[in-house]
């Protein structure tokens, strides 16, 4: 679906305008004449974007913003104030009241479009994080995310890509006791530098001597590791096209020397507080991912992801002839354990077994806890020799030491184990398991304690 913009003017010429120019880019447009039709639109609509004018009766711009940004459900609307005020106290007064950027009037068109389509790209990709947030929220493997909004944009760590020293300095002093600022004058060690230390902010000079700033904004936002951070740019008057190409590869924000150290902190703080509620989130997500992927009570891998995991690494040992094993390993007379000493004694069972079990396998290999307590390891380029050693020395691993209890005291405990190697010929994820799970019953069969290989 396309970003919807609300655009709110008091002057209609004005609102019909900016409407003409975002249809003409296919966005959907809702308008307000006021800040409180502004709200009542915001309390009924799905709202991506708001372009919202300084200057109204009744309650203006600012107002309007703060409105927006202090109700949790349009919080994270971004907020562009379009204004013909050129002061940079009115920036500042419009940061701090939740305005996400500025544009002035008259209103450039490539402006206009260009800062409606970053905004909209940030507002895009939180719904999608707090969509997914939320859905793990009601499965019961994530908790809600929280974050201070009044604190989040303090104490951060900044980097600054600036190799003239007097204009690195004002900005060391401009942020001096609320940020932690490093400085670094060539661009290439600035993105090895930003790559080992977790910054919250790159403010990169466009001005560099004998560098291109926008390169190395380029490159942040090319390398996994550090392309969510935000950067602002520091651009000179008049310099729109560069302006433009930094905003259009996703620079976040700038500022026009000479630099106001008001702005400059209002800027930074919003930025940094962004940056923080996306990781929020971002963890949120990978926690949720991880919590569906494990076992919750031995931290190994569970039976949905040993199944993916096993088909994929069966496929590639078909492709390069290379040899794959499957070991399955079951603890012997678990039921007693359970009948004899309770189920939190049979817990704690699983959970030192799983030690064990993890302690004794390679980094290569997959170990997993199939359910119940029977375990699997998959071991990539490990062929069938192979295999019975690694479970021979897991059988021993188990045998050698007892369990300790949670009433104090100890059990000695065995496992039977089962091996089968692939069948380049016949096999597929199933089969394999299944010839694996043979050799399991027959040690059992044939005593437990012990291990069987597959002899197919």
């Not at 609307?77 to 500042?92: C, E, F, G, H, K």
Request: with cysteine; aromatic share 4%.
């Amino acid at each position: 679906m396309t970003a919807r913009v609300l655009v709110v003017d008091d002057i209609a010429a004005n609102v019909k305008l900016l409407e003409a120019r975002l249809t003409a880019e296919y966005f959907e447009v809702l308008t307000a004449y006021s800040g409180h039709e502004a709200l009542e639109v915001l309390a009924r609509e799905r709202v991506d974007v708001v372009l919202l004018d300084v200057m109204m009766p009744g309650i203006d711009g600012f107002e309007t913003a703060r409105r927006i940004k202090s109700n949790p459900r349009t919080q994270h609307v971004p907020i562009i104030m379009v204004t013909a005020l050129d002061q940079a106290s009115d920036r500042v007064i419009g940061l701090e009241a939740g305005a996400d950027d500025f544009l002035r009037k008259p209103v450039d068109d490539v402006a206009l479009i260009t800062r409606v389509k970053n905004v909209v790209r940030l507002k895009v990709l939180n719904d999608e994080m707090m969509a997914r947030a939320s859905t793990s929220q009601q499965m019961g493997i994530a908790a809600s995310p929280h974050l201070n909004w009044a604190e989040a944009g303090n104490d951060g760590r900044i980097l600054l890509v600036e190799d003239h020293p007097r204009a690195a300095q004002r900005i060391v002093e401009a942020l001096r006791g609320t940020h932690k600022v490093d400085v670094e004058a060539n661009p290439q060690a600035a993105l090895l530098r930003a790559g080992d230390i977790p910054y919250d902010l790159l403010i990169v000079s466009l001005a560099l001597q004998d560098a291109d700033g926008l390169r190395l904004c380029s490159q942040v936002r090319s390398l996994d590791r550090i392309r969510h951070m935000p950067i602002i740019i520091l651009v000179e008057e008049g310099e729109q096209a560069r302006l433009l190409r930094g905003l259009d590869m996703g620079v976040n924000d700038y500022l026009t020397r000479p630099v106001d150290k008001n702005e400059l902190a209002a800027r930074v703080r919003t930025q940094i507080t962004r940056k923080r509620y996306s990781d929020i989130l971002r963890n949120r997500i990978e926690e949720s991912v991880e919590m569906a992927i494990t076992d919750g009570l031995t931290g190994l891998y569970n039976r949905r992801y040993m199944e993916t995991h096993l088909a994929t690494l069966i496929t590639q040992a078909h492709d390069t002839g290379r040899p794959l094993s499957l070991l399955i390993a079951d603890i012997d007379h678990f039921k007693r354990v359970n009948d004899t000493h309770g189920h939190d004694a049979g817990d704690a069972v699983l959970r030192e077994f799983a030690v064990r079990f993890r302690r004794n396998t390679r980094g290569i290999d997959l170990a997993c806890r199939l359910g119940g307590e029977e375990f699997v390891v998959i071991m990539p380029e490990t062929d069938l020799r192979r295999a019975y050693q690694i479970g021979e020395r897991l059988r021993a691993t188990i045998a050698a030491e007892t369990f300790a209890l949670t009433n104090g005291g100890d059990l000695r405990v065995t496992a039977s184990v089962g091996v089968a190697a692939v069948n380049f010929d016949t096999d597929s994820p199933t089969s394999l398991y299944k010839r694996a799970d043979t050799a399991l019953y027959a040690a059992k069969r044939d005593g437990r304690n012990r291990v069987i290989a597959d002899a197919a």
